[in-house]
């Protein structure tokens, strides 16, 4: 079974814990609300891909989360480092690889608009909050230009904002818990 693939081999007693953040920073991503609104809806359609892919991953405890932020995109993982490390390698390459989001992309899209819409709702004093760290922060952007960008945005439009964001990227990293010198090289 797939779930086999993430016990197999780790011992389930005296295991170390580990976490590792990976995050990826994009220049595309300044581009403005449009790149915002891309780069999450990306993120959205790829996370359903992964979540089915790696159910039994987290089953077997082993955890991640896909996330992005005003630089670009994460990826944080943590539990059982024995099996860490293989998990982390196999959610870099479909991160990289993965471009077909027909399946879910009007989904996405759809629930995007929907989260976008009911931060419009918010009372007086968020908004007031959210407008105040969208004029402090770099490539933050208000929720009702995301919102405008995406009702426009095609599939093809959020495939090539992808491969924009996948053509120049830094990469920084953390890593702590229980990890050997060679499981960090």
């Given at each position: 079974?797939?779930?086999?693939i993430w016990i197999s081999g780790a011992p389930m007693f005296n295991q170390r814990?580990?976490?590792c953040y990976i995050s990826f920073e994009c220049p595309e991503n300044s581009k403005g609300a449009n790149a915002m609104a891309a780069k999450r809806l990306w993120l959205g359609c790829l996370n359903d891909v992964i979540q089915s892919r790696y159910y039994a991953a987290e089953i077997a405890g082993l955890n991640y989360r896909l996330y992005g932020h005003q630089g670009g995109f994460s990826l944080h993982t943590s539990g059982f480092g024995i099996k860490q490390q293989h998990l982390i390698s196999e959610l870099i390459q479909h991160t990289i690889k993965h471009d077909d989001f027909s399946n879910s992309f009007e989904f996405n899209k759809q629930s995007l608009s929907n989260?976008?819409?009911?931060q419009l709702l918010n009372k007086p004093v968020n908004r007031l909050f959210t407008r105040l760290s969208v004029l402090m922060q770099r490539?933050?952007?208000a929720s009702s230009?995301?919102?405008e960008e995406l009702q426009s945005l095609s599939l093809k439009d959020m495939l090539s904002t992808r491969e924009s964001m996948l053509d120049n990227y830094a990469i920084q990293g953390?890593?702590?818990g229980h990890w050997r010198e060679d499981d960090a090289n």
């Open positions: 079974s797939n779930a086999e814990l580990a976490d989260s976008l819409k009911n490539h933050s952007y230009g995301v919102l953390f890593m702590h």
